[in-house]
């Protein structure tokens, strides 16, 4: 089974020091609005030396996806597989403090800019991707419609028709991260080809394009450091040349069903973070809280939830790893994308929930940290698919590719 080693381990090590004094003593201003969370997210790109990484990479390179080949692990190469490990300690530390920030950072680099860099060009690649990834520009990843949620593909309404030199779109989007305050929009539409069919592509489009307003942020229960909000398209218009992949387009529905692979498989890490860092205060707080004379870790019902929720910790951290080893090395299934998906974020709202428990009153206030992320941690068994669609696909494979 993959496991850190050293230099994973320092990495964590500084990405965690940097979180706690970064971006804690300021997360409540960015909840209230009166920072935006972008602001310290590109200082932390800049510091983390993340900027630096990406101007290295190689674009002709395939990013790791999960969806290859399977090959051994080189035993004298400790920095294998480097990126996908960097990129889930960050934002498994993020989720330790805000995985409101952690998901606008993913969303806007992985799931926009991953998208960009996994099936554009390579004008593509360089003129919209890098810059979502050095977060130089902001992404928005655009499927979910007010009538397509679950049935994302087949109920989406928003289209796309070829006219001369360019495509117009026209539709809307909701509920997408953000939304208010993105520069680039991957969005998914129905090509209508005439005679050909209809078929979902995907577009790059600008919060400059004619045609393109998004609506006020929602307000939400929780992952208030993430703004979201509606996207309208009224005869929107966009080059031709905006169309992900350009002559390279797929016919099939894979590429749509491979971007919410990519979003489920970014769960272990926000919802580990949530967990670790809600299992450490309620042990912390166990300790130095004493009622009837003794420290209430003292007390067996209260040991019986703490060591339910290490249960569910060293569960979730055995998810986390098996999904960076499985991106890296290869022979991630949907079938273990979903399930990992169903239990992380599960057992996130559930550990969250128990530390509140513990603290009883104080859990309940700002100042003590477990309920803003027992509110976050609600949203990660909603985004990229409900439960019920994660059994649903699983009942699928089950019935059909699985082998014991
Ligand atoms: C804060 C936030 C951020 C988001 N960010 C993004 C984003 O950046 N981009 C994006 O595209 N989307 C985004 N989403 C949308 C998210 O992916 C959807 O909300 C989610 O997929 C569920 O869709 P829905 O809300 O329309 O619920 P619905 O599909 O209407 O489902 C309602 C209920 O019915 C159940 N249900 C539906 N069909 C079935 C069935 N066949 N069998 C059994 N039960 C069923 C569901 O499980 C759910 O419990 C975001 C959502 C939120 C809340």
Redesign the pocket.
């Known amino acids: 089974m993959f496991r850190f080693n050293d230099t994973h381990l320092m990495i964590q090590d500084m990405f965690r020091q940097y979180m706690m004094k970064e971006i804690e003593p300021i997360i409540d201003k960015i909840e209230d609005g009166e920072i935006p969370a972008f602001d310290p997210l590109r200082r932390m790109v800049d510091t983390l030396g993340i900027r630096s990484q990406v101007e290295s990479m190689d674009l002709d390179r395939p990013i790791m996806s999960g969806a290859r080949e399977k090959r051994e692990p080189d035993p004298n190469n400790p920095l294998e597989g480097m990126e996908v490990v960097a990129g889930n300690i960050l934002v498994k530390e993020l989720s330790r403090v805000s995985p409101g920030m952690a998901?606008s950072f993913g969303?806007s680099t992985g799931?926009a800019g991953g998208t960009i860099l996994g099936k554009g060009t390579l004008e593509q690649k360089e003129t919209f991707g890098l810059p979502l990834l050095k977060l130089d520009k902001i992404g928005?990843?655009?499927?979910?419609e007010?009538g397509?949620?679950?049935?994302?593909l087949g109920s989406m309404r928003t289209s796309a028709v070829e006219d001369g030199d360019s495509f117009v779109l026209n539709g809307s989007?909701?509920?997408?991260?953000?939304?208010p305050v993105a520069d680039i929009f991957v969005v998914?539409a129905r090509l209508d080809r005439g005679s050909a069919g209809k078929e979902i592509q995907n577009f790059i489009v600008l919060r400059e394009d004619p045609g393109l307003s998004t609506g006020n942020p929602?307000d939400?229960m929780?992952?208030k450091a993430?703004p979201?909000s509606e996207i309208f398209f009224d005869d929107c218009r966009i080059p031709r040349d905006r169309l992900i992949g350009g002559a390279r387009e797929r016919k099939s529905r894979d590429h749509v069903k491979e971007g919410l692979a990519t979003e489920r498989s970014g769960l272990p890490a926000m919802a580990l973070g949530v967990i670790e860092r809600c299992f450490e205060i309620a042990v912390r707080y166990a300790k130095e809280r004493s009622q009837f004379g003794r420290p209430i870790i003292e007390f067996q019902l209260i040991q019986n939830r703490l060591a339910r929720m290490y249960i569910a910790q060293e569960n979730v951290r055995n998810s986390f790893f098996r999904t960076m080893e499985q991106t890296i090395y290869g022979g991630l299934t949907r079938l273990e994308v979903c399930a990992g998906k169903i239990y992380c974020s599960e057992m996130a709202t559930w550990v969250a929930n128990e530390a509140i428990s513990i603290l009883g009153g104080y859990g309940y206030m700002r100042e003590y940290v477990v309920e803003r992320l027992a509110r976050d941690a609600r949203?990660l068994e909603?985004?990229?698919?409900?439960?019920?669609?994660q059994?649903?696909t699983m009942g699928e494979d089950l019935a059909t590719t699985w082998k014991p």
């Open positions: 998901m969303v799931l928005a990843w655009c499927l979910t007010p397509a949620g679950s049935d994302a989007k909701t509920f997408i991260t953000n939304g998914y929602f939400k929780g992952m993430s979201t949203l909603i985004g990229a698919g409900t439960a019920e669609m059994i649903l």
